[in-house]
């Protein structure tokens, strides 16, 4: 009896001492560590550095913890969805939906966007109504018809759990969790999805003319050549001018696109120029997802293009009567414009759900 007294009190004394010691563990020092975005050099050379904003630098904690909250459900209002139920990595964080569906079932109507080196971008949304990732990242979470939450309930909800408040300690240097936090970790996490490994990019940038088969050279030089498709999808590596225009989709716009934004009637049918890498799988394509291949697409650039479109922009090539490409040509485009998916970055584990 009072052997099994003095051992449960040893015991306990022990337990004692290791809960005291798990409580320093999780009270570490504040030392973030920067993390760097390693991208090809051309790619810098092009476009320079990824700017970051001056008070959100990106460290291994902020991305960290970033990562767990665009998978994280209790950002929404009922559990169920997180910013990945729209972006899914094996669409390069696009939604192979044409509308996605909210939390309580209400289809928005425009197309879901690819996250992809979405850190060199000044305009975001197809309006381009936000500037920054971390302006954009507040939105969904409050939009009726996405997240369809609040900040204060997502907040409670995270304070409350066991798992986030160390993590913001580690990322920002306090337990207390605010809005703004969330939102800087969320945008470090999409500084990171960076895609510069297709095919193209051994072709192109890489000088390797073997990776292409002869249909992906052709279809190659109808989009830098008569297709004029570059003059807005550049060839700068990120293959997006980075502006809004209009490339001619209808004659009378349902959606105002920037105009909604800015006001301004110049700005009517004006949308923001998609990159096109990874375009193979972020299928349906334009901000109202209306065309389901890339052979409609071609199909609409060949032969579809509104010429009394409001605004039609200067860099659409004059197609007067249309490209008017043979079935061949459209199957070379189509084969080249599948050239740009980088499987690396559609598996990459660290994009995958840590949760
Ligand atoms: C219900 C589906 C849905 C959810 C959930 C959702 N998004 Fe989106 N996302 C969209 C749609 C649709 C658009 C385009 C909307 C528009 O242009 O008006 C978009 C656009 C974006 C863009 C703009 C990309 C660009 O190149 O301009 C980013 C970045 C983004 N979302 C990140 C997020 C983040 C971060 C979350 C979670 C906090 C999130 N999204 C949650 C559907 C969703
Ligand atoms: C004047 C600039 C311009 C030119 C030239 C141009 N595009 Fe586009 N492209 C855009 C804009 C703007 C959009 C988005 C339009 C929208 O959704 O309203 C777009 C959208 C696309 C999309 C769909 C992207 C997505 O994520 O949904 C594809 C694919 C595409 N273009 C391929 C091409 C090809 C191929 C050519 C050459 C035949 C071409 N573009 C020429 C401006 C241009």
């Known amino acids: 009896m009072r052997k099994t007294i003095i051992i449960a009190g040893i015991f306990g004394t022990v337990l004692l001492i290791h809960a005291c010691h798990k409580k320093t563990d999780n009270n570490p020092v504040y030392a973030p560590t920067a993390q760097t975005i390693e991208v090809p050099a051309y790619v810098e050379k092009y476009v320079g550095k990824m700017q970051e904003p001056a008070d959100n630098p990106t460290t291994k904690e902020g991305v960290l913890l970033g990562r767990k909250l665009f998978y994280e459900v209790m950002l929404s209002n009922d559990n169920t969805m997180s910013c990945a139920t729209c972006h899914k990595q094996e669409n390069a964080f696009d939604d192979p ?3 996605s569906l909210g939390t309580n079932g209400t289809a928005g109507n425009r197309n879901a966007m690819a996250i992809v080196n979405a850190g060199w971008e000044n305009h975001l949304f197809w309006d381009g109504r936000r500037a920054t990732l ?53 945008a470090q996490f999409e500084r ?107 199909n609409f650039y060949s032969s579809g293009v509104k010429q009394t479109s409001p605004n039609l922009d200067e ?17 070379d485009l189509v084969a080249f414009l599948n050239t740009l998916t980088d499987q690396a970055f559609l598996t990459d584990a660290r994009f995958s759900n840590p949760n």
């Open 134 to 186: 971390e302006g954009q990242a507040h939105d969904p979470v409050t939009n009726p018809i996405e997240m369809a939450n609040n900040w204060p309930e997502v907040v409670r909800k995270l304070q409350a759990s066991s798992v986030y408040p160390p993590l913001f300690f580690s990322a920002f240097g306090t337990k207390t969790i605010d809005s703004n936090m969330v939102v800087k970790a969320i």
């Open 97 to 99: 939906r044409r509308f």
């Open 192 to 298: 990171t999805l960076v895609s510069f490994g297709s095919r193209f990019d051994k072709y192109f940038y890489g000088g390797d003319t073997t990776v292409f088969s002869q249909q992906e050279k052709n279809g190659f030089a109808i989009f830098t050549g008569k297709g004029l498709c570059n003059n807005c999808h550049l060839m700068n590596t990120l293959l997006t001018d980075r502006d809004l225009k209009n490339n001619g989709l209808d004659e009378n716009p349902a959606d105002d696109g920037k105009m909604k934004f800015t006001g301004i009637s110049t700005d009517r049918g004006k949308f923001k120029v998609p990159t096109l890498r990874n375009i193979g799988v972020t299928a349906p394509y334009m901000h109202d997802g209306r065309f389901a291949t890339l052979a409609d697409v071609v």
């Open 315 to 331: 860099h659409m090539p004059d197609f007067g009567s249309g490209l008017n490409l043979t079935n061949e040509e459209k199957a």
